[in-house]
């Protein structure tokens, strides 16, 4: 089986910054793609930003700029940087991974509990 555990939510006023930080652990053969998605009250869980095995990185076109994801591939971990936060970026945030288990060699994805992010002074 496998988990992927998020931390680094919380409170922070309008223009702060939070990292958010999701470890997966398990069976894992390979990570193919990791990212973070996000959940606002009585919307759509939608995109934020993916990081590809191969380097390569997708953003929300909205957040580009104030927001970076990274990997260290070694420790099974995707961050995401969030800078200029605004009260519109306050929704739960969520980890995503494309992940090849031991097991049977395919591919699924996992998702993590979710990470509260609340902007709001």
């Known amino acids: 089986q496998v988990q992927l555990v998020e931390s680094g939510g919380g409170l922070v006023q309008p223009g702060g910054s939070l990292r958010l930080t999701c470890v997966a652990s398990g069976t894992i053969f390979k990570i193919n793609a990791m990212g973070w998605y996000r959940q606002a009250p009585g919307k759509q869980r939608e995109l934020v930003a993916a990081?590809?095995?191969?380097?390569?990185?997708t953003y929300a076109d909205s957040l580009k700029g104030r927001f970076t994801i990274s990997r260290d591939s070694a420790k099974n971990t995707v961050y995401l940087q969030m800078d200029s936060l605004k009260p519109e970026d306050t929704a739960v945030y969520y980890c995503?991974?494309?992940?090849?288990?031991?097991?049977?060699?395919?591919?699924?994805?996992?998702w993590g509990q979710g990470t509260q992010v609340t902007v709001s002074s």
């Open positions: 990081s590809t095995d191969d380097g390569s990185t």
């Open positions: 995503k991974g494309a992940i090849v288990i031991v097991e049977t060699l395919g591919e699924f994805d996992a």
